[in-house]
């Protein structure tokens, strides 16, 4: 039976316990069960009594392609809310082979020192690692793999979360080394409060996962996998473009983050289009990579590494979200810009999709011009000096619109929009509204529907979010990575199969989306108790005002068209 570690960073004192009680509970399921349990919804998120939970998936270190991501949840600084950020890199896998589901981080330390915790097969321990105070992620995990080899896996935050930032995201080193992060909600905030710079995975020989049937699971899990594997959209496109693929697609639509969110298209979509990154990584060679894994056995390989003009590694991975809100979102109008902005969020421990909205904000209020490369550097360089502005900054879009005066702060719930303006994608704007998890389109991105639901249209908008949640949430519970649904949604029978055949259970498909819902509806009830009303599950007034060109629509949605995304 899996264990669930617990690790009080007040006395030092490290627990182990089975999962009694929680055996189909796994990822953000989990999460969200411990957090509802045991922590006070009122309580603050930088404080004693909020708890972050590592989680993995049921299917983590399983051979199922795409199926040993990590969960990260805490009440969030950023929302106030709970919160579960999501990540790749194969630190879940080796959980997972070493029979643990969880670590449960509690209280907060008595001194200033910087602790690492490892997890072995041999023990599990804290250390004291002052030497590791505030460097980057990159020199963090970079030093805690030469010292552990490559049998290990890092999960760290940089100096952002050390210093307590909203905007502070969680970094997992995945089997090359690169990293991959749970980005959004401030996770790494929470962190950083309980003095634990970092948590190291040491693989073993022995795998630990028990399985109630493992050649049925076995079977199961190499169909999904073949399909996923053999399809033309991982051959042709994700292993090729990766998530940005869909760059023209959201521009050509009216959808596309520009300038703050004044405008939907941006007249420089091909320069940061994905065939236009993957053109450039091939024709510069050297480092630059693309159809790379970011899991151990993941069939999508939709990661890459973006060189410069000679080869040398800028940064990696350049995703969609990252250069729709840090590229057209900033006005920027080459993909060097913003992987160069890209690879400095990351060191900083920074949500990408946060800063990039926070960054068009100050740019509209004159800290810097839309477009212009070595200011917006210098503005991230305020939050490596720590100055007060840099505060302001690393706290996020909410806190840096309010401070500077601006009118358009594209937040909901306190979090910013991700590379989906909801005007021209409006069962996006329902997802933002509605999900527990504030504007997270990892909550329940509708882009993908948009050739069954008009995305512009003011029918059938709460139903497909709600839908999409749902069953986004499911994948999160069982530790499978969203760009795995088209052969699991089509043929979901495997999940349930995968399931019942390694717990034993008999679920059937509709007792596996069941587990979403249940997911969002104890989500939902912790933020309830937490103060947060259905009075806020709406979106800024700009919205519902502002045309957004080229569409000029805004978002019209009905009260009642919205709340039929609510899950209760």
């Not at 199922?64 to 106030?80: E, H, M, Q, V, W």
């Not at 962190?191 to 693989?203: N, P, T």
């Not at 477009?371 to 939050?383: M, T």
């Not at 329940?444 to 512009?456: M, Q, T």
Request: glycine share 12%; aromatic share 6%; charged share 20%.
């Amino acid at each position: 039976m899996p264990e669930i570690v617990r690790v009080n960073m007040r006395n030092g004192q490290i627990t182990r316990q089975d999962n009694k009680g929680y055996e189909l509970l796994g990822g953000r399921a989990l999460s969200a069960r411990i957090l509802l349990d045991e922590v006070d919804p009122t309580c603050e998120p930088l404080g004693a009594f909020n708890k972050l939970v590592v989680a993995n998936g049921l299917f983590a270190g399983t051979p199922a392609s795409s199926g040993s991501r990590t969960s990260i949840g805490a009440k969030s600084p950023l929302t106030n809310g709970i919160k579960e950020a999501n990540v790749g890199g194969n630190f879940s896998w080796i959980l997972g082979r070493l029979g643990i589901r969880a670590i449960v981080v509690e209280d907060l330390p008595q001194d200033d020192h910087s602790y690492v915790l490892i997890v072995s097969p041999d023990e599990i321990k804290l250390e004291v690692r002052d030497d590791l105070k505030y460097l980057g992620t990159y020199d963090t995990t970079n030093k805690l793999l030469e010292q552990y080899g490559n049998r290990a896996s890092v999960l760290c935050i940089g100096p952002a979360g050390e210093r307590m930032l909203k905007a502070s995201s969680v970094a997992v080193s995945d089997p090359q080394g690169e990293l991959k992060f749970a980005a959004r909600g401030g996770l790494g905030a929470v962190m950083g409060s309980k003095g634990l710079k970092a948590i190291v995975a040491v693989g073993g020989k022995e795998n630990k996962v028990e399985y109630h049937d493992r050649d049925a699971f076995v079977t199961a899990a190499r169909k999904y996998t073949t399909a996923l594997a053999t399809s033309d959209k991982v051959k042709n496109v994700n292993q090729k473009v990766g998530t940005n693929g869909i760059f023209l697609a959201v521009n050509a639509m009216g959808a596309l983050p520009t300038r703050n969110f004044s405008q939907g298209s941006f007249e420089y979509a091909e320069n940061l289009s994905g065939e236009t990154m993957y053109e450039t990584i091939v024709k510069r060679g050297g480092e630059g990579r693309t159809g790379m894994t970011c899991m151990n056995g993941c069939a999508i390989k939709c990661s890459n590494i973006y060189p410069d003009e000679n080869g040398k590694k800028i940064c990696s991975t350049l995703q969609y979200e990252n250069i729709a809100l840090l590229g057209s979102n900033c006005g920027m109008t080459n993909l060097d810009d913003v992987a160069r902005l890209n690879h400095i969020c990351n060191d900083l421990g920074l949500d990408t999709i946060e800063m990039g909205a926070t960054l068009g904000i100050a740019m509209e209020m004159g800290l810097a011009e839309f477009g212009d490369i070595e200011a917006a550097v210098k503005l991230f360089q305020e939050i490596y000096d720590n100055t007060p502005l840099g505060r302001v900054l690393g706290n996020g879009a909410h806190v840096t619109g309010e401070v500077l005066g601006c009118r358009r702060i594209p937040v909901a719930k306190g979090q910013a929009f991700a590379g989906y303006d909801p005007r021209a994608l409006k069962g996006n704007g329902v997802t933002y509204a509605i999900s527990p998890m504030g504007a997270d389109h990892t909550a329940g991105n509708c882009f993908g529907a948009r050739n069954e639901v008009d995305p512009l249209g003011t029918t059938q908008q709460g139903d497909l979010s709600r839908n999409t949640q749902i069953k986004i949430t499911t994948l999160d519970c069982l530790g499978l990575c969203m760009f795995a649904r088209p052969p699991l949604f089509a043929e979901p029978e495997l999940l349930a199969t995968m399931v019942n055949s390694l717990l034993g259970t008999e679920l059937s498909v509709d007792d596996i989306w069941q587990i979403g819902y249940d997911t969002i509806k104890m989500e939902r009830e912790f933020n309830l108790a937490a103060g947060i009303s259905p009075a806020q599950d709406k979106l800024p007034e700009f919205l519902y005002t502002e045309k957004l060109e080229p569409t000029g629509s805004v978002f019209d949605l009905s009260e009642e068209e919205i709340n039929k995304a609510i899950v209760e």
